[in-house]
C-alpha cells in the first residue's frame, strides 16, 4: 500500500494516540490536510502535512483522495 512505502511509522506514532487519522491528497501526490479524530470530532492537524511533504514522494493521481486510517 501506498502508506506503507512512504509514511508507515510516523502514521504509526499518530495512530497510537488518535483513533483514526483522515488524509487529503491532491492530484500532485502532496497531502493538502490532515485530520485526527479526537473523541469522536475530526479536527485539523498542522503539522503533520508539512513533515509528510517532506518525505520522497513519487505518487501522481488524476483527482484528489482522501484516506481514512484507523487502529
Keep these: 500500500m501506498w ?3 512512504n509514511y508507515s511509522s510516523i502514521l504509526k ?3 497510537n494516540k488518535y483513533n483514526s487519522l483522515k488524509l ?3 492530484a500532485n ?4 490536510s490532515i485530520q485526527k479524530e479526537e473523541n469522536g470530532i475530526w479536527i485539523n492537524d498542522r503539522n503533520l502535512p508539512n513533515i509528510l511533504n517532506k ?3 513519487s505518487i501522481s493521481l488524476e ?4 484516506i481514512i486510517l484507523q487502529q
Aim: hydrophobic letters at 35%; proline letters at 0%.
Design 3 to 5: 502508506s506503507n512505502n
Design 55 to 57: 518525505l520522497s514522494n
Design 13 to 15: 506514532l499518530y495512530l
Design 24 to 26: 487529503k491528497i491532491n
Design 29 to 32: 501526490g502532496q497531502i493538502a
Design 63 to 66: 483527482k484528489d483522495v482522501t
